[in-house]
């Protein structure tokens, strides 16, 4: 049985629960998005953050992301979107184009897709060779290990759904004019490929799930329950780069 199988995707919250908790992780990832980008009672940076979305297509990746920078000045974030690559792009290593986008100290970003692409689409629809998608596992976590151990926090999520919600949300999404945008024939294609990308999605967690760059797997079955969880989960793992970030202008009071 793998990971995926284990995704309560049955979870649920109310509305009013919602909101309130909302309300307070918006609250509090403001003040902590300030705090480590130098702009409350101190100047210095504190550690940078790049959350990392990946997940079934129609997951709710987009809905997340809305909700982590909704309470935040448009300075203080940026939000990469990643399609495939350029020409150019092919030319070079598959993590040169996300290189410029990692945040530094102090910075905050979120990716929508990311580097693993390579072990997911690129390795189901033949667009790296098998050599090339079975070494990325140790490029990826080697890259995202040399990120944290300079100071900037990984934080990967998982939106996962059924297959029965997400073709809900297709046929919904082609429904209405100003959403059809969202809806490609590759994610029709990906539907019929559904086996494959599970079974690549499942080999991506066990080789590179790791210490300092865990996965977090979220049940995107209600978007409710995916944001909150999403939102709240962010929060923490800040928390604790704050408290295990080391800089020598940092000092030792950390974050009250």
Avoid at 141 to 148: D, I, S, Y
Avoid at 192 to 216: G, I
Avoid at 224 to 238: F, K
Wanted: aromatic letters at 10%; charged letters at 35%; hydrophobic letters at 35%.
């Amino acid at each position: 049985m793998g990971r995926l199988d284990n995704v309560d995707l049955d979870a649920r919250i109310g509305v009013a629960e919602y909101e309130e908790r909302l309300r307070r992780a918006q609250r509090d990832l403001l003040r902590l998005r300030l705090h480590t980008g130098g702009h409350l009672d101190r100047s210095e940076l504190g550690p940078g953050v790049l959350v990392v979305m990946e997940g079934s297509d129609a997951g709710g990746k987009g809905g997340a992301i809305k909700r982590i920078v909704e309470p935040l000045d448009p300075r203080h974030y940026r939000v990469c979107t990643y399609a495939k690559p350029t020409f150019d792009e092919k030319r070079r290593h598959f993590l040169w184009r996300f290189w410029k986008d990692v945040p530094g100290l102090g910075g905050f970003a979120l990716f929508d897709r990311s580097w693993y692409g390579r072990v997911l689409v690129e390795r189901v629809e033949g667009y790296a060779s098998e050599p090339q998608w079975r070494r990325a596992y140790d490029e990826i976590v080697q890259f995202e290990r040399n990120l944290v151990l300079e100071g900037v926090a990984v934080i990967k999520f998982w939106l996962h759904i059924s297959p029965e919600e997400q073709l809900r949300r297709f046929e919904k999404r082609q429904a209405d004019p100003l959403r059809r945008w969202k809806l490609t024939e590759e994610d029709w294609r990906n539907r019929n490929k559904l086996d494959r990308y599970v079974d690549a999605t499942e080999e991506m967690f066990e080789r590179t799930d790791h210490e300092l760059a865990p996965w977090h797997i979220v049940s995107g079955e209600q978007k409710r329950w995916a944001r909150v969880q999403v939102l709240e989960t962010v929060l923490a793992e800040m928390k604790k780069s704050v408290e295990n970030f080391e800089h020598p202008d940092w000092g030792e009071d950390g974050f009250a």
